[in-house]
């Protein structure tokens, strides 16, 4: 469970912003971070590399059900990448299904990072100097 002023401050992030703090918390975690244009971004918003090991996140604000995490796991295939993430601030429960489908029955890892897993990392990484940085006006 999320604190509401942390799920309040997501929400209140328009979607530029919110692929900034995706990849800002990926950035902390270690990952090279290259953030795609907001137009013809090829299906994937952050492209995330470290040695031996790449990944494609696709950022969505809104709920994430199945044909969101489809549509990123078919990117990964279509990129030759097999890895892939899918952040948002929440998923049906259809959305967290398909990605636990998709790694019983492929090559393909699916993580699914929703408000809490962003809240635990943000945690991990400074919370308040995070949100500080992060936060407009």
């Not at 971004?41 to 590399?49: M, P």
């Not at 299904?97 to 990484?125: G, K, M, P």
């Amino acid at each position: 469970m999320v604190p509401n002023w942390f799920h309040n401050w997501l929400t209140e992030l328009d979607h530029d912003e919110f692929e900034e703090v995706i990849g800002d918390i990926f950035d902390r975690k270690g990952w090279n971070t290259t953030r795609t244009q907001s137009t013809c971004d090829n299906g994937y918003d952050v492209h995330l590399e470290r040695p031996n090991q790449e990944r494609l996140v696709e950022v969505k604000q809104n709920r994430v059900g199945p044909r969101s995490v489809d549509n990123a796991v078919g990117v990964a295939v279509r990129h030759d990448v097999p890895e892939t993430a899918v952040a948002a601030i929440s998923f049906t429960s259809g959305g967290v299904e398909a990605a636990e489908t998709t790694e019983r029955n492929s090559d393909i890892t699916i993580e699914v990072y929703d408000q809490e897993c962003l809240y635990n990392d943000i945690v991990s990484v400074g919370l308040r100097d995070f949100v500080d940085e992060h936060s407009s006006g």
